[in-house]
């Protein structure tokens, strides 16, 4: 018997940037093993340099804590993601660790202001070097949940043709979350370690639970966000068994708590992959529970295949998505600021001048904002139902007093996403949409927001010394936020201004970098030249994996350059001192001259008194005749 796997890929129109839902079929076996037994056909050894990884591609902060970890006896890996993302030709978000050793003795192995360990179910390691961090696990107990009957079993014990190395890899591989995310990596033997199929999964393009999928939902429903997230961002297609878990049990992110739920929302959003994520939580059902109110809006606008990748707040994610990556993700207040913004739009409709006013007063700041509204303004697309209709140009005063408006709705409908009473008030104006939704964000990152549009409401360029303000969040985020307004407003074309076209091509490069999938990370040509990673360069297909490869080597060369410096520093702190020398000074050194000084002094001195005391001869007056 076998069933057919359903997986969602998202593919990126070049014309018109749209998002489309493509269904592949395959063939999997149904006769699942259960998950007691093991069956060691699936297990893999593979060399990492035929897939172009090496140590040069590891940062030194992760080299250095498994370094420590490896003098000190313990086995420790890279797992997790970081694997992940090296196969698919993609920089790491962070390098995860574990390790044989006790939790408390890889502490031990570190200074105690650089390591301290957080977390009760599943404890780990922080460990900070040089302002980066590293994340350290270690080898958990091999027991698993069995959802059907409610009860606790253990894992058989190891094979006698299994080492045990091997045993503790596969048991916590086991115990992880999906297939591409159970790989393990040994950089300094140059060895992969596969217990689940991963690299099948990998070069397929999907996305599998290791367990049954309800069992993995239900032992941490965290797992439901994070598989869409991985999913949106490296474009991957989720199996039949994955998609029917997440839509029976999308309900049980209710119990996450408010922080953990935060988190996963800022990791799919922050990251440069929050149109597909949003499209993926609207899918499955999810945004009713987070967002109920864009929710609302993304089904009152679906009317094909292609309107939901044309509405504004899509094209608000979608350009957002242009600014950041992995390597270089945005601060929370930047969505929860387009999510408010788009919210005040739907509730009160605005005028295209107004829109574009107060995205220029937020990117160029008040004077030159309101100059680039009157000289090189394009009023743009006609967003339905968010922008009304076009209006004769509004005087200045009036322009200024309606774009404060507008910051003061935007300032409003930011509470609604961190306070219940707020929510259910929104939620009134739709009866027939009567389910209650979540409220995750912080009270702390409402108020950031809103200081973000302080200044419009006071209509002023003072306004914004308000101690209670953060400055610096402000002009790193407002800026940005009001680019990605105007280029919405002109559907992606060139808005005028040199300023806007300098930043547009200092970005250029991170949409490049996104387009490649990480397929052609399985060609032979690859394999055979790994030893020589500049010429994989011009053998790759896609000119985006070439750049993103060139981005990673520059930082890997520094990474290198501090390796060696603190290998050198090691070196000479482990090399024997030789005894100084101790250079003997005479006490009488320079005193001398000193002497020499004082003598001649205190001879003047005396001449100078004899000369005093001797009587001196009465002065002869000179006497001039008259008639001279």
């Known amino acids: 018997m076998a069933e057919t796997i359903r997986r969602i890929r998202f593919n990126r129109v070049a014309a018109g940037s749209k998002l489309q839902v493509r269904i592949i079929s395959s063939k999997v076996s149904k006769s699942a093993e259960h998950i007691g037994a093991i069956n060691m056909s699936k297990w893999k050894k593979l060399d990492a340099r035929c897939f172009g990884i090496t140590p040069s591609m590891i940062p030194w902060h992760a080299l250095s804590v498994l370094n420590?970890?490896?003098?000190?006896?313990?086995?420790?890996?890279?797992?997790?993601?970081?694997?992940?993302?090296?196969?698919?030709?993609?920089?790491?978000?962070?390098?995860?660790?574990?390790?044989?050793?006790?939790?408390?003795?890889?502490?031990?192995?570190?200074?105690?202001?650089?390591?301290?360990?957080?977390?009760?179910?599943?404890?780990?390691?922080?460990v900070q070097i040089k302002g980066s961090v590293v994340e350290v696990s270690s080898f958990r107990i091999a027991e698993v949940k069995n959802a059907d009957h409610g009860e606790k079993i253990h894992l058989p014990p190891c094979p006698r043709s299994c080492s045990g190395k091997d045993f503790t890899l596969w048991r916590d591989s086991v115990r992880r979350d999906f297939t591409v995310n159970s790989?393990?990596?040994?950089?300094?033997?140059?060895?992969?370690?596969?217990?689940?199929?991963?690299?099948?999964?990998?070069?397929?393009?999907?996305?599998?639970?290791?367990?049954?999928?309800?069992?993995?939902?239900?032992?941490?429903?965290?797992?439901?966000?994070?598989?869409?997230?991985?999913?949106?961002?490296?474009?991957?297609?989720?199996?039949?068994?994955?998609?029917?878990?997440?839509?029976?049990?999308?309900?049980?992110?209710?119990?996450?708590?408010?922080?953990?739920?935060?988190?996963?929302?800022?990791?799919?959003?922050?990251?440069?992959?929050?149109?597909?994520?949003?499209?993926?939580?609207?899918?499955?059902?999810?945004?009713?529970?987070?967002?109920?109110?864009?929710?609302?809006?993304?089904?009152?606008?679906?009317?094909?295949?292609?309107?939901?990748?044309?509405?504004?707040?899509?094209?608000?994610?979608?350009?957002?998505?242009?600014?950041?990556?992995?390597?270089r993700p945005s601060h929370s207040t930047l969505w929860i600021?387009?999510?408010?913004?788009?919210?005040?739009?739907?509730?009160?409709?605005?005028?295209?001048?107004?829109?574009?006013?107060?995205?220029?007063?937020?990117?160029?700041?008040?004077?030159?904002?309101?100059?680039?509204?009157?000289?090189?303004?394009?009023?743009?697309?006609?967003?339905?139902?968010?922008?009304s209709e076009s209006s004769p140009e509004y005087e200045m005063t009036e322009l200024e007093m309606r774009v404060g408006d507008l910051a003061s709705l935007v300032k409003k409908s930011v509470i609604s996403l961190s306070n219940s009473k707020s929510l259910n008030e929104a939620m009134s104006r739709y009866p027939l949409n009567s389910s209650p939704g979540l409220v995750f964000v912080s009270k702390k990152a409402t108020r950031d927001v809103q200081g973000i549009f302080h200044v419009l409401v006071e209509q002023s360029l003072d306004a914004g010394h308000d101690p209670k303000i953060n400055m610096k969040l402000r002009r790193e985020v407002g800026p940005l936020l009001g680019r990605i307004i105007l280029e919405t407003m002109s559907d992606g074309a060139v808005v005028g201004m040199e300023t806007l076209e300098m930043e547009r091509g200092e970005h250029a490069e991170i949409m490049m970098d996104k387009q490649g999938d990480g397929v052609a990370l399985f060609?032979?040509?690859?394999?055979?030249?790994?030893?020589?990673?500049?010429?994989?360069?011009?053998?790759?297909?896609?000119?985006?994996?070439?750049?993103?490869?060139?981005?990673?080597?520059?930082?890997?060369?520094?990474?290198?350059?501090?390796?060696?410096?603190?290998?050198?520093?090691?070196?000479?702190?482990?090399?024997?001192?030789?005894?100084k020398m101790q250079r003997t000074i005479p006490i009488n050194r320079g005193q001398d001259k000193v002497q020499e000084l004082h003598n001649s002094w205190r001879r003047e001195n005396e001449a100078s008194e004899r000369l005093t005391e001797r009587p001196k001869p009465p002065k002869m007056q000179r006497t001039i005749p008259r008639n001279r």
């Open 523 to 579: 060609d032979a040509a690859a394999a055979r030249v790994h030893h020589r990673p500049k010429n994989l360069y011009g053998r790759a297909r896609d000119v985006s994996r070439k750049r993103t490869f060139q981005r990673m080597q520059e930082r890997q060369d520094k990474d290198q350059e501090l390796h060696e410096s603190w290998r050198r520093e090691n070196e000479a702190s482990e090399r024997p001192k030789s005894p």
């Open 183 to 327: 790989l393990f990596l040994d950089p300094f033997t140059h060895t992969i370690y596969d217990y689940n199929n991963g690299m099948e999964d990998l070069k397929s393009l999907t996305l599998r639970t290791i367990i049954p999928a309800k069992s993995s939902f239900e032992e941490d429903s965290a797992r439901i966000l994070r598989g869409l997230r991985i999913a949106a961002r490296l474009g991957l297609g989720i199996a039949e068994e994955t998609e029917d878990a997440i839509c029976s049990l999308s309900s049980s992110i209710k119990c996450l708590r408010q922080e953990r739920i935060m988190m996963e929302m800022n990791y799919m959003l922050s990251y440069g992959a929050a149109e597909p994520s949003f499209f993926l939580l609207w899918r499955f059902k999810l945004l009713e529970i987070l967002l109920p109110l864009q929710a609302i809006y993304l089904d009152q606008t679906d009317e094909g295949p292609s309107s939901c990748s044309s509405s504004m707040l899509m094209k608000l994610f979608s350009n957002m998505d242009k600014l950041v990556s992995c390597d």
């Open 68 to 126: 420590a970890l490896r003098h000190a006896g313990f086995d420790a890996y890279l797992v997790g993601g970081c694997v992940r993302d090296l196969l698919l030709k993609r920089i790491p978000k962070d390098f995860d660790v574990i390790t044989s050793a006790d939790l408390q003795k890889v502490k031990k192995q570190f200074h105690p202001r650089r390591a301290h360990i957080v977390g009760k179910k599943f404890p780990i390691c922080i």
């Open 337 to 387: 600021g387009l999510l408010a913004f788009h919210h005040a739009l739907v509730c009160c409709p605005q005028d295209a001048q107004v829109v574009q006013a107060f995205a220029s007063i937020l990117h160029f700041g008040w004077r030159k904002g309101i100059e680039f509204v009157r000289t090189k303004a394009n009023y743009g697309v006609p967003y339905v139902p968010e922008i």
